[in-house]
């Protein structure tokens, strides 16, 4: 059986959301009721905004990799990141991992490749809205990213900080991401709007809105790693 180690705590709800999503979807492949094998490093998420937000990567990575070589450590056959937003150096830590690694990022594309997605709306962090690291993976599909407008990312960022990772689920949040995903499709033509922050699905819950997909990459990601556990 292999072990899937998970560097979690980026922000803990989503973590909760990744450790009861891999035992579901590995128990509706394996019908004996065996249970994955599952090791989650909890790491410091006020650490790593501070160093985002100070544009400090060599520190953010740094402390990845010993995150990520601690369940190397642990004796894991392969790892993942339950957050978008670290992705912004994922090109390294694959690079100076010990483990395999599976990309949040990458899976999403695949996903939106399936569906013929050729226009998608990003929602996520500051970090993620303005990265490469997304419009890098998608291009090479020949999908185009369309990240909302200046004042749509400064009100999305500033939520997501001030209350998706602190555990803060308010209703009329809730409406104004679904104001802006309308504004989008009307505005730029969006076929799917990606969730690329995994507390984002916690309070988006719909698999769609007024005919625009949501790709729940917390989902789409588990997804990967439940078929890579129960692969040989």
Do not use: C
């Not at 999503?21 to 065996?34: C, F, M, V």
């Not at 916690?202 to 769609?208: A, M, Y």
């Amino acid at each position: 059986m292999k072990t899937v180690g998970i560097i979690g705590g980026v922000g803990p709800e989503s973590t909760i959301e990744y450790y009861r999503l891999i035992i579901a979807g590995y128990r509706e492949q394996q019908a004996d009721g065996s249970q994955p094998s599952i090791i989650i490093n909890s790491v410091d998420v006020n650490r790593l905004i501070r160093w985002i937000t100070a544009n400090e990567l060599k520190a953010f990575t740094d402390y990845l990799v010993n995150a990520i070589q601690k369940l190397a450590d642990a004796g894991v056959d392969f790892g993942a990141i339950a957050a978008n937003t670290p992705h912004i150096v994922f090109d390294e830590l694959r690079q100076r991992s010990s483990i395999p690694l599976i990309s949040i990022v990458e899976s999403t594309r695949d996903a939106a490749v399936v569906l013929g997605m050729k226009r998608v709306g990003l929602f996520g962090t500051r970090f993620t809205m303005k990265g490469h690291f997304y419009p890098d993976v998608f291009s090479r599909a020949g999908i185009n990213l369309i990240v909302p407008n200046q004042a749509e990312q400064n009100y999305i960022h500033e939520k997501y900080l001030g209350e998706l990772l602190k555990d803060a689920f308010l209703p009329e949040t809730r409406e104004r991401l679904l104001t802006i995903v309308d504004q989008m499709k009307e505005r730029e033509g969006i076929e799917g709007l990606i969730l690329g922050g995994t507390e984002l699905p916690l309070i988006l819950r719909e698999v769609e809105h007024n005919g625009v997909p949501f790709l729940d990459t917390t989902k789409i990601h588990v997804n990967r790693i439940v078929a890579e556990l129960l692969s040989d």
